[in-house]
């Protein structure tokens, strides 16, 4: 089992930054892809952004794409997702997840483990 806590979310203005961690305890052992995804009020979860177990290769919702960056640091365990020139679009509950392959996915049941969700609003 791998358990996944996401922190770092919070209020922001259009335009600002924040940046979400997401940090792996138990079965760390194992090398995993990770992912983010989002929910927007009242829609369906999203695919964000992923990354390899190596951190070579990444994906990237196009909606996301030049204004996040995922990243993650192995010897702590936990993956990072930057979001800069935040949009109103972009407020909804961010969920990290696992998945014991090496190789990231952008499809959301292809991940073996979720976390509970960080909240993220964005006021125009």
Do not use: H
């Not at 979400?20 to 194992?30: F, I, P, Q, V, W």
């Not at 009242?42 to 909606?63: H, M, N, P, Q």
């Not at 190789?103 to 960080?118: E, I």
């Amino acid at each position: 089992q791998v358990q996944l806590v996401e922190s770092g979310g919070g209020l922001v203005q259009a335009g600002g930054s924040l940046r979400l961690s997401c940090a792996a305890s138990g079965r760390t052992s194992s090398r995993y892809a990770a992912g983010w995804f989002r929910q927007p009020p009242g829609k369906e979860r999203e695919f964000v952004a992923a990354i390899s177990w190596s951190g070579s290769s990444t994906l990237y919702a196009d909606s996301v794409k030049g204004r996040f960056t995922i990243s993650r640091d192995n010897a702590k365990s936990t993956v990072y997702l930057q979001m800069n020139s935040l949009k109103p679009e972009d407020m909804a509950v961010y969920y990290c997840a696992a998945r014991l392959f090496t190789t990231p996915q952008a499809m959301g049941a292809l991940y073996d483990y979720w976390g509970q969700g960080t909240q993220v609003t964005v006021s125009s």
